[in-house]
């Protein structure tokens, strides 16, 4: 069992910098893809960046490529997100997930197994 807890969020204005971090317990991160999510108010969850568990490569969704950086560290088991260029499309309640596989990288959120309880990020026009 995993569990996942987000921090970093809040309100922030357009341009602006926010670094939301996702600390697990319960078993190491090093053997698991992590992802970011994000659900827009109205909307449905959707994919934000993923992080492979083995070689460490990342890929993002259109919307937040260049803007948006997923790293983890896995001595400290978290996983971060750097955002900059915050625009108010970005607001969102934003979520970590850990998925189990073979795959490097996962999109979907059916293939993540666990997932924290999200951390709100607004950004005022």
């Known amino acids: 069992q995993v569990q996942l807890v987000e921090s970093g969020g809040g309100l922030v204005q357009t341009g602006g910098s926010l670094r939301l971090s996702c600390a697990a317990s319960g078993r190491t991160l090093s053997n698991y893809a992590m992802g970011w999510f994000r659900r827009p108010p109205g909307k449905e969850r959707e994919f934000v960046a993923t992080v492979s568990w083995s070689t460490g490569r990342t890929d993002y969704a259109d919307s937040v490529k260049g803007r948006f950086t997923i790293s983890r560290d896995n001595a400290k088991n978290t996983v971060y997100l750097q955002m900059i260029s915050l625009k108010p499309e970005d607001t969102a309640v934003y979520y970590c997930?850990?998925?189990?596989?073979?795959?490097?990288?996962?999109?979907?959120?059916?293939?993540?197994?666990?997932w924290g309880q999200g951390t709100q990020v607004t950004v005022s026009s």
């Open positions: 997930g850990a998925a189990v596989g073979y795959g490097e990288f996962y999109y979907r959120t059916d293939d993540y197994r666990y």
